[in-house]
């Protein structure tokens, strides 16, 4: 039934537990990878049901259980996931061998909001609701990234921020790069006051596509052309972006949204390890 809400992502269900994968990412052999949606856990009210937050008042047992059905519907090893504090910032962490002893799910890697591996077998995860998840993947040096982009991320531009990690640590070539948009609110529910949208217009080139004014001095922002932007400025193809068109406030029977459920609301991840 969720095939025929979008063309760019592919719905999955294993068990309960209903997921998305972005078909170039699947394509590629590479990696596994997901984004969740709300379906299929355990937690009640307004966590219902496959809540992955930490920091909410919903019971820990229900999120540890969740994370179970989350890994054994997705085929990822529960040991192999690593965990962030993240703080709407650009800090980039680079996972490597040494870090995969200290990091777990109770050790989570401090202020920060993109992951970057090269390892096989590191489950990168970042937490959402209504922010942008972007994923990242080099195919031919296979190397794998995770980007948590809510207003101040795009702005601050941590999409091309990424892309200059790979380049510089992994030394990626742009044109091997794959990205994806993930599911965030969208152009039609995200308002926004004047000093946000200037904000926006500072950054960015093409606001026409970006910033939306409306009536009251409100505005409309279209995060995820911001983003895309930003994956363009950084050199990737755009034949090699996919742009999610699915708003998470506006599909709260599938998605936790904050904005939707005005704060109280559970936590969406995304997900990916290589192979
Ligand atoms: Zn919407």
């Not at 990242?136 to 702005?155: E, I, M, N, P, S």
């Not at 999409?159 to 990626?172: G, P, Q, T, Y």
């Not at 034949?239 to 506006?250: E, P, Q, R, W």
Request: glycine letters at 6%.
């Amino acid at each position: 039934m969720y095939n025929k809400r979008t063309n760019n992502l592919s719905f999955h269900k294993n068990k309960d537990i209903y997921y998305i994968t972005f078909p170039s990412f699947d394509a590629s052999k590479l990696v596994r990878h997901c984004f969740t949606t709300r379906l299929g856990g355990v937690s009640k009210d307004s966590y219902q049901s496959l809540n992955l937050g930490f920091n909410t008042t919903d019971d820990e047992k229900n999120v540890n259980k969740n994370y179970e059905l989350l890994c054994e519907a997705v085929g990822i090893n529960h040991e192999n996931l690593i965990f962030t504090n993240q703080i709407h910032e650009t800090s980039i962490k680079i996972i490597r061998e040494d870090d995969l002893t200290k990091y777990n799910m109770n050790n989570r890697i401090k202020d920060t909001d993109g992951l970057v591996t090269n390892l096989p077998n590191v489950a990168l995860i970042t937490l959402y609701a209504d922010c942008v998840p972007l994923f990242f993947l080099d195919t031919k040096k296979k190397v794998a990234g995770l980007a948590h982009a809510g207003w101040r991320g795009t702005v601050k531009k941590i999409a091309l921020k990424m892309i200059e990690v790979f380049i510089n640590d992994f030394d990626s070539n742009p044109n091997d790069i794959l990205a994806a948009i993930g599911p965030s609110i969208g152009k039609c529910c995200f308002e926004v006051d004047s000093p946000v949208a200037e904000e926006f217009n500072k950054a960015f080139k093409n606001t026409n596509k970006i910033v939306y004014s409306k009536a009251n001095n409100k505005f409309m922002i279209n995060l995820w052309e911001a983003n895309k932007e930003a994956l363009l400025e950084g050199g990737l193809l755009a034949s090699n972006i996919t742009v999610t068109d699915l708003c998470t406030k506006c599909h709260k029977d599938i998605f936790f949204s904050y904005r939707g459920d005005k704060g109280q609301t559970g936590r969406l991840a995304a997900v990916m390890e290589l192979i």
